[in-house]
């Protein structure tokens, strides 16, 4: 019996909803890398498989043991002694026949000192269990190249993530509870020429308890505007005082007994949303004043661009304001003027992208680049989302190693408490140095336990000198970590590779907001932290 194909739109139709299917199209056009597959390693690809991530590329040189088989539900027992890229390869794909996987079963030293272009051909490159000289000697390659790098680690009950991104800036942050972009404290002239048909005092009783809630403000603004010199309800007193006056508009009955109109009431609980002050928000102005948003050349990536063209849209047509996001809430209304009203918005939005398609227009002349390089498509999704533009640097590993511009004060500030997640960064950074005098990490063999507990704090302490560090860390932490034995629990690294394959899908749709820079994960009591080293 013939397979039937599932169509793509049914099949990943709950991922859909969350970043559309422009989203799903960046991810299915991207290809990342992973470095080693271990059990964190391949947590995070099943992540990225599933949802349809077009492309990956597996580097290791390892071979399958069987501690592989114990923790890696990507590796069986028959592949013991056999290619790890490969078989997690192989294994991985039968999980999404729309993804293409590909190995390299060499170490990635062996591609940067015979290939350093290797790795620059990745929309995202992601590595786990390297050792500290690897690492930083890949993050200085693909910061050079602006590819984003994730660095993932699962070790005892520890979980740890670093971001090494020049510049992620996001348009489509999703924010939560975001307030609608009404302008009733500033209508614009569509809005009052469509306001203009409405008088909620003569209007006739079936048309009265169908008028938007949008509708019932505008009009009862007016009416306390006229009364309070220009001025809209600010303080709670002020918006008290307006939503009785909603209420005043309530119809009455024979008896003199105010109806039941759900569309008064639901005006009355939007007052503090219709409210809403119109302004740009300070994270727009930021972006405004960025030295990006000012010196565009042909570089220049289409983001700063699209941000320079509505920040002149800004300082002209909006008089100091954003382009209209052109949508209102679901209302009780009947149909005809709930579309109406819905039109009034769109047509505006529409003319307030169309303002900003022509600043672009001479932006991209301006420095040499064809007006179809920047999509009609492009850039009303940019104008509907502009309100919530995000933007994140993160510093570069090289930068985080350095003595010289260590945060060591913000380091010596969190370890005020002894126990917070920051000990676990320190622990990881020493257990790298005992790798790298000691060749093996600490407490692998059972029998070297208590007599490496003395070297890994003779490494932690050399570290916190280096770094100029006055602080210590308990003996627990020490004794902890040798216990560890590096080893990486699947539980730990199923919960890491949930997190970072979240971090890799926003870093490659470009969407959502990333962390900056370093997330530690404490299996142990059930916590984590994030924080900018």
Not at 41 to 46: M, S
Not at 86 to 97: C, K, V
Not at 128 to 138: A, D, G, K, N
Not at 179 to 187: G, W
Request: glycine share 6%; net charge negative; proline share 4%.
């Amino acid at each position: 019996m013939a397979k039937v194909p599932v169509v793509k739109e049914q099949k990943y139709d709950r991922q859909l909803r969350l970043w559309g299917d422009h989203g799903q199209e960046a991810l299915e056009s991207a290809h990342v890398c992973l470095i080693n597959a271990t059990a964190t390693g391949t947590e995070i690809l099943k992540n990225l498989v599933l949802p349809g991530i077009g492309s990956f590329t597996i580097v290791d040189s390892n071979l399958v043991s069987g501690e592989d088989v114990g923790n890696n539900f990507f590796l069986t027992r028959e592949s013991i002694g056999k290619s790890r890229a490969q078989t997690a390869t192989e294994l991985l794909q039968e999980l999404n026949e729309d993804v293409t996987g590909n190995y390299v079963a060499e170490h990635p030293d062996q591609l940067l000192d015979h290939d350093p272009s290797f790795f620059t051909k990745f929309s995202l490159v992601i590595a786990t269990r390297l050792p500290e000289s690897t690492l930083l000697r890949l993050a200085e390659a693909l910061w050079d190249s602006n590819i984003p790098f994730l660095i993932c680690r699962a070790y005892g009950f520890v979980g740890y993530m670093r971001i090494v991104v020049k510049e992620h800036m996001v348009i489509e942050s999703h924010p939560d509870n975001a307030l609608e972009d009404l302008r009733l404290d500033q209508p614009f002239s569509e809005l009052q020429e469509h306001l203009q048909q409405f008088n909620l005092d003569s209007m006739e009783r079936k048309d009265h308890s169908h008028t938007p809630w949008i509708v019932i403000v505008a009009k009862c603004l007016e009416k306390w505007r006229k009364e309070n010199a220009g001025q809209i309800p600010k303080t709670y007193k002020e918006k008290e005082a307006f939503r009785e006056l909603i209420r005043q508009g309530v119809l009455k009955n024979e008896n003199g007994v105010p109806e039941d109109e759900e569309n008064f009431e639901e005006a009355v609980k939007n007052v503090n949303t219709a409210l809403n002050v119109t302004k740009c928000p300070s994270n727009v102005e930021e972006i405004f004043t960025d030295e990006r948003c000012a010196n565009i050349t042909h570089q220049t990536p289409n983001f700063w661009i699209l941000a320079r063209a509505v920040k002149e849209f800004n300082a002209a047509e909006g008089n100091g304001n954003l382009p209209l996001r052109g949508t209102i809430p679901d209302m009780i209304a009947d149909s005809d003027k709930f579309i109406k009203l819905q039109n009034v918005y769109r047509e505006k939005a529409k003319k307030d992208a169309s303002a900003v398609e022509h600043y672009v227009s001479k932006l991209l002349q301006s420095v040499g680049r064809p007006p179809e390089s920047i999509s009609e498509k492009e850039i009303r999704l940019f104008c509907r989302n502009c309100a919530f533009l995000r933007g994140v640097r993160c510093r570069s590993l090289a930068e985080e190693y350095s003595v010289d511009s260590a945060k060591k004060d913000d380091i010596v500030s969190f370890m005020e408490n002894p126990d917070n997640e920051i000990v676990f960064y320190l622990m990881l950074r020493a257990v790298d140095r005992f790798h790298k005098q000691h060749g093996r990490y600490p407490g692998v063999y059972n029998y070297q336990v208590e007599g490496d507990y003395g070297k890994l704090k003779t490494c932690l302490n050399g570290l916190l000198q280096e770094q100029e560090l006055s602080l210590s860390v308990k003996d627990d932490y020490i004794q902890e970590f040798c216990r560890y034995g590096a080893a990486e629990p699947h539980t730990v690294a199923s919960f890491l590779g949930g997190a970072a394959a979240q971090e890799a899908i926003k870093i490659i749709t470009k969407q959502f907001v990333i962390f900056n820079n370093t997330f530690i994960y404490n299996a142990m009591q059930q916590t984590s932290a994030t924080f900018q080293l």
